[in-house]
């Protein structure tokens, strides 16, 4: 698959909709992921190295992700943002009880420290903190969404 098809399927899975398309053939696996609104796909892009030499007891998965990023408009604007992501794999909660109010909406002025959200890990609440001054600009998941390790969860405007 060459670069032209890869930016191909980018901008068909931005505009598409949906959620999260993986591809996978015999040495490519591509996993396009979008955000709510659809506007910044994250690309994961492995390239796997052909494995037939190696014998089936230490035959291992040999591989080097790159990250691809789309050449539209909207990646460009989000270059200026921050971006805060989520440090453990877990639930993310927007709010620190159902009853409460939300941490921070989009164009709340946060600070180092400040709390953002909470994400569930194995019944512990783990409150993740800014450790940049700005101002929310997106907020990337659904509260009570489960989320990954290192993927965003909002953007943060520094100025």
């Known amino acids: 698959m060459d670069l032209k098809e890869i930016q191909n399927l980018i901008k068909f899975v931005a505009n598409s ?3 999260e398309v993986k591809l996978e053939m015999d040495d490519v696996k591509i996993t396009i992921r979008t955000t709510l609104e659809g506007h910044t ?3 994961t892009y492995v390239q796997q190295a052909p494995q037939q030499a190696l014998p089936q007891q230490t035959q291992q998965q ?3 992700p790159v990250v691809a990023t789309p050449s539209a408009p ?3 604007d989000n270059s200026k943002f921050i971006t805060i992501k ?3 794999i877990g639930t993310f909660y927007r709010k620190p009880s159902p009853d409460k109010p939300m941490f921070v909406e989009v164009g709340t002025s946060i600070g180092k420290g400040d709390v953002l959200c909470v994400i569930e890990a194995m019944k512990l609440f ?4 800014s450790e940049v001054s700005g101002k929310i600009v997106k907020i990337l998941v659904d509260d009570m969404s489960p989320v990954e390790f290192d993927q965003p969860l909002f953007l943060v ?3």
Request: hydrophobic residues 35%; glycine residues 4%; without cysteine.
């Open 126 to 129: 783990n409150e993740i903190e």
């Open 17 to 19: 909709g949906v959620a």
């Open 74 to 76: 909207l990646a460009d």
């Open 157 to 159: 405007d520094p100025s």
């Open 62 to 64: 040999q591989s080097a």
């Open 86 to 88: 989520s440090p453990i």
């Open 41 to 43: 796909p994250e690309i």
